[in-house]
């Protein structure tokens, strides 16, 4: 599949899973194959850092967290999205980023485009973007820009001009690099 879409909110059809979908809409309006995948509900248990993956290339906990990321690994662009929760992204979403370390070893995730998509309620989705960020630059992806809405209660984020705007300009940066693959 050429994008997946990550939403790390516990809230299924709260914020991020919106301006996650935003984005995978509109590229899919250029015919660009989109997946989206929520993490609400889902059981990632964190990183238990035995290091035993610099070995197995896999994660060695086992749960809700392989599929996902065996879908990351067929995907060509990851649109990762979270809350902001105290400043940064939310635990779910920290679980899912920190399980990903089997990758990191031998950067199979590599060449990926990525995009970081934060929402905040007023503040901190700054460091929200800087913590995905900081994923897709360890993993050595393509960074393809960054989205920050804002909302407090689910739904709120659609009246955001400014988001929308930066969802289109995300998306178009995302169909340009899979025009020049
Ligand atoms: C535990 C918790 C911590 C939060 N911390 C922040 C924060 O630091 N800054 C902020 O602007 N909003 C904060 N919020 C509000 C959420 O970021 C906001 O409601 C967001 O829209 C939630 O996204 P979602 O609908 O995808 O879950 C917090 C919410 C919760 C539940």
Not at 58 to 86: F, K, N, Q
Request: a negative charge; aromatic letters at 8%.
């Amino acid at each position: 599949m050429q994008v997946l879409g990550i939403a790390g909110s516990m809230r299924q059809d709260g914020n991020t899973a919106m301006l996650v979908r935003a984005v995978l809409d509109e590229v899919a309006k250029a015919g660009v194959e989109t997946e989206y995948v929520s993490l609400a509900g889902r059981a990632i248990g964190p990183c238990i850092g035995c290091e035993r993956c610099r070995k197995e290339d896999y994660c060695t906990v086992h749960d809700d967290w392989d599929a996902i990321a065996d879908r990351m690994l067929e995907a060509e662009v990851v649109v990762l999205g979270s809350p902001t929760y105290y400043y940064d992204v939310n635990g779910q979403t920290k679980n899912f980023i920190d399980r990903t370390y089997s990758f990191y070893h031998r950067r199979q995730l590599a060449g990926r485009g990525g995009v970081a998509v934060a929402v905040q309620a007023n503040a901190g989705g700054t460091r929200t973007v800087e913590t995905i960020e900081g994923f897709l630059s360890a993993h050595e992806f393509v960074s393809l820009g960054s989205v920050v809405g804002k909302g407090y209660e689910a739904g709120a984020v659609r009246s955001d001009e400014t988001a929308s705007t930066a969802v289109r300009a995300a998306a178009g940066r995302i169909t340009n690099y899979l025009g020049r693959r």
